[in-house]
């Protein structure tokens, strides 16, 4: 992985099919340097060591790689399963270069079946820092060591769906532009702010000055029901949640003003960090005004 794709290199083959400004071009050598940004997707620890140095991040599928442009974010290369070129046709590509290939060199270059036919390479934008996503946010969601990145997809969808208006991150959190995270949310990490803090658990400070109750959740039985929370706490809410087993760190329930429950019946002990997440926020903005939803 030395070259930035769409950069000349080592590989074979031309434009092959004109529908834009720019045309597309077969890729038939998995290992063409063209293409060097979507090798071994399914090697979890050695693209977090390349994507976020090289300031990149992979969309898979359609959907995702629309709503990444919506958002502003440049893209640097498209791969597309030679029969599904058409899906992209519409798209303005700007200088990001286009490549196809056949399943076969798809799944031997990135290490899977790409059945959804579509990827992308887009260029990281640069991140906010707490002070100005709090600035800007009446309700937030605060992760410590969540570094699944299913669950971290799945929480950021509940919160744009639900109405919490930016996550922010312990330092030891996945990455939310990791390519499971940003297909997992169907890419409502575009949509939805964040940041991280640089100290641990000191930003919660932070919070708090910024005017946010800090709410811990855990499964403590002398914790308050979330239902139960005064309109004071329930005003200016910060949802801290913790990594699926060991939930928050004594650490940093200590750093919380309030412990808040989702109430459990059956003896059900606890829920899947995203399904209590979207509980939580639910319950906090039960009472906004009503909005369409899809």
């Known amino acids: 992985m030395e070259n930035a794709a769409g950069r000349p290199a080592r590989g074979a083959g031309g434009a092959v099919r004109q529908n834009r400004r720019v045309p597309v071009h077969q890729i038939t050598d998995p290992d063409d340097d063209r293409i060097a940004d979507y090798r071994a997707l399914t090697d979890v620890e050695l693209r977090t060591r390349w994507e976020p140095p090289h300031g990149l991040f992979i969309a898979e599928g359609e959907l995702v790689l629309r709503r990444a442009l919506r958002a502003g974010y440049p893209a640097r290369s498209f791969l597309v399963d030679a029969k599904r070129v058409d899906q992209v046709a519409d798209l303005d590509t700007g200088d990001a270069p286009v ?63 639900l109405g919490m208006d930016a996550v922010l991150l312990s330092p030891t959190c996945a990455d939310p532009l990791y390519r499971r995270s ?28 910024a005017g946010f109750t800090v709410l811990a959740m855990t499964p403590a039985p002398d914790a308050v029901p979330i239902q139960r929370l005064t309109a004071q706490q329930r005003a200016r809410a910060a949802l801290l949640l913790g990594a699926e087993g060991p939930g928050l760190t004594a650490a940093a329930q200590a750093a919380s003003d309030v412990r808040v429950v989702v109430p459990m019946r059956r003896g059900v002990d606890s829920l ?20 369409g939803g899809g």
Request: a negative charge.
């Open 99 to 161: 490549y196809a290939a056949t399943q076969e060199v798809l799944e031997r270059a990135t290490g899977f079946h790409v059945h959804r036919g579509v990827l992308a390479s887009f260029h990281r934008k640069p991140l906010p820092d707490a002070a100005e996503v709090l600035a800007e946010a009446r309700r937030v969601v605060i992760l410590e060591d969540v570094n699944n990145h299913t669950n971290l997809g799945a929480v950021f969808r509940g919160a744009a769906a």
């Open 272 to 291: 899947n960090v995203a399904a209590a997440a979207a509980v939580a926020f639910w319950e906090l903005g039960r009472d906004d005004p009503p909005f």
């Open 182 to 209: 940003v297909r997992v949310s169907m890419g409502e990490v575009f949509a939805v702010p964040y940041a991280k803090f640089g100290r641990w658990p000191e930003g919660l400070d932070q919070v708090r000055e």
